[in-house]
Nanobody
Framework: QVQLVESGGGLVMPGGSLRLSCAAS????????MGWYRQAPGKQRELVAT???????NYRDSEKGRFTISRDNAKNTVYLQMNSLKPENTAVYYC??????????WGQGTQVTGST
């Protein structure tokens, strides 16, 4: 079925920027909303940002103005541009769709570490 592969994570200084990518199988961007989620150690997985097929976006309150979700349909890829990173943004970041979330299916994710 649909494959979602996250990449672009890494170590970044607080205040720095990072761009995550999520490469999807063909047709995924016609399925509806794509989203970025994260899970830090000892914490619940949480929504970071979502984007509909029509380009409507939604962000976690704490990330509004700092994070930007976008998509390139020609590449079947969704991005998360993260600016002004904070140590508390450290987490494994996942992309996913509502259908896969309903099945509690999550990929490997990509590690983001904001540290001095």
């Amino acid at each position: 079925q649909v494959q979602l592969v996250e990449s672009g994570g890494g170590l970044v200084m607080p205040g720095g920027s990072l761009r995550l990518s999520c490469a999807a199988s063909d047709g995924i961007f016609n399925s509806g909303t794509m989203g970025w989620y994260r899970q830090a150690p000892g914490k619940q997985r949480e929504l970071v940002a979502t984007m509909t097929t029509g380009g409507i976006t939604n962000y976690r309150d704490s990330e509004k103005g700092r994070f930007t979700i976008s998509r390139d349909n020609a590449k079947n890829t969704v991005y998360l541009q993260m600016n002004s990173l904070k140590p508390e943004n450290t987490a494994v970041y996942y992309c996913n769709t509502p259908l896969r979330i309903a099945r509690n299916y999550w990929g490997q994710g990509t590690q983001v570490t904001g540290s001095t």
